[in-house]
């Protein structure tokens, strides 16, 4: 039975060519592994699942910038990081951060708080300290900010309810 070329499929970044039969089934071979499908759809759907499976790594460094969780200085941990790749199930961002001395691996979910900031490898200690100043002064200022508003700050219904209240004689049956 004579297969011919019928182009390739992209998927998870990866370029696999595959052919098709005189019976019309779809064919391909990834990794050593030999695939086969009635339609191109369905050849797709099994070569996603299996480049998923692929392992690609990459090493990016950077330096990996977290506010201390006691804002009562408003101070910054830097860490040395390596971003190494994508996580194929949950798209997360996975990496190496070096605390203690020690690398660990974590997951980045791109919006939890602990994953941290992250700055390129190529930042300075000067630029590192300008930073940590400025987020000093941040939560300085946002404490007096927060001073602020707990003086001056009313709560309209709240006051519009007390001045109803006194212009009622303070009777609470209003109805």
């Known amino acids: 039975m004579a297969e011919y070329a019928a182009g ?14 005189d019976d019309g089934r779809w064919r391909a071979t990834y990794a050593g592994e030999y695939l086969y499908a009635d339609t191109r759809d369905k050849l797709k ?24 969780a006691t804002f009562a200085d408003g101070g910054i941990t830097v860490a040395e990081a ?14 190496k951060v070096k605390i203690g001395g ?29 930073y940590n100043r400025l987020i000093r002064v941040r939560v300085e200022t946002n404490k007096a900010i927060d ?4 003086s001056h700050l009313i709560k309209p219904k709240e006051v519009v309810e007390q001045a109803l209240k006194a212009a009622s004689g303070g009777s609470e049956d209003e109805g």
């Open 8 to 21: 390739t499929i992209t998927t998870n970044g990866v370029d696999v060519p595959i052919t098709v039969d």
């Open 147 to 150: 001073v602020w508003e707990r």
């Open 45 to 68: 759907g099994k070569l996603d699942r299996l480049t998923r499976k692929t392992k690609q790594s990459v090493e990016v460094h950077a330096i990996r910038i977290k506010q201390r």
């Open 102 to 130: 020690k690398w660990q691996s974590v997951q980045l979910t791109g919006w939890g708080r602990d994953d941290g900031q992250f700055a390129g490898a190529d930042t300075t200690r000067e630029e590192l300290e300008e």
């Open 82 to 95: 390596i971003l190494t790749g994508i996580h194929s199930a949950n798209g997360n961002v996975l990496a």
